[in-house]
């Protein structure tokens, strides 16, 4: 016999006037294998079709799903239900704006944080198209990717006590990127550019170092390492 699970969800719609936020109880029946997705879509179709959620991939590369799972940052689509007890909570993630019910616009933060880091590579600006590709140590490509492999979900925003009290912050998948760019030898930026829009409280010197980003990351990316080595190559700019 299997288990009857009872979810408790998060319900609000911020463009309706009369809405109040709440929650409400879902009860289904567990199946093999089930994900949160898998019973997130379930109840949509047979009991809420007005349900807000957001899946692109189901398969942990896209980052649209992540919620707060029994308090705690993570992906809805990696999260097995047989993994948490039968009563759970799920709740949008804090500090991104509300869409509605459980889907939050980490896009719109997303995109402000990469504009206002200048998140892009800024190469000597003399690229042609007809050359071969510039060669670069395997070493290099390799720890780049390592960073790369960020899918801007938001839980180590979500999981971060700086980004809760401070919405300036960009937490830490801001400084991974910027940790990202200053690893690539195509960056033509300065230690000095860099301490430019990362070097106050509102970038590296405003973590806590308490490692929340890192527990929640879903991609298992050593967060904690980039915030540190960021920390110790900036500080040399400020003295
Ligand atoms: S660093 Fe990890 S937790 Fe943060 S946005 Fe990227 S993948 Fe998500
Ligand atoms: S280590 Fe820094 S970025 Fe990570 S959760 Fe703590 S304060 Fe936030
Ligand atoms: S749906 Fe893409 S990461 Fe979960």
New binding site residues.
């Given amino acids: 016999m299997g288990r009857r699970l009872t979810l408790t969800v998060f319900r609000h719609n911020p463009r309706e006037a009369s809405s109040r936020p709440g929650t409400r109880d879902y009860v289904l029946d567990e199946t093999p294998g089930m994900t949160l997705f898998v019973a997130l879509g379930r109840i949509r179709d047979e009991q809420d079709p007005g349900l807000n959620f957001d899946f692109v991939c189901r398969a942990g590369v896209c ?1 649209s799903c ?1 919620m707060l799972i029994n308090g705690r ?1 993570g992906l809805a689509c990696r999260t097995l239900t047989a993994a948490l007890p039968e009563r759970i909570s799920l709740f949008p993630l804090p500090g991104f704006e509300l869409i509605g019910d459980l889907s939050v616009n980490t896009g719109k933060w ?1 995109r402000a944080m990469s504009e206002r880091l200048r998140a892009w590579l800024h190469d000597a600006g003399d690229a042609d198209p007809d050359r071969l590709e510039a060669p670069m140590e395997p070493a290099t490509a390799e720890a780049i990717y390592e960073l790369e ?9 979500a ?1 971060c006590g700086t980004a809760q009290m401070r919405p300036d912050f960009v ?3 801001g400084l ?1 990127k910027i940790a990202r760019f200053h690893l690539d030898p195509r960056d033509v930026r300065s230690d000095a550019d860099f301490y430019e829009v990362v070097g106050d409280d509102s970038g590296v010197f405003g973590c806590m170092s308490l490692l929340g ?1 890192q527990d ?4 298992g ?1 050593s ?1 904690q390492t980039q915030i540190a080595w960021l920390r110790r190559t900036l500080a040399r700019q400020g003295w």
């Fill in positions: 980052g992540a940052p997303m492999r960020c899918i801007e979900c938001g839980c180590c925003v999981g937490g830490a998948v991974n980003c929640v990351c879903p991609k990316l967060l």
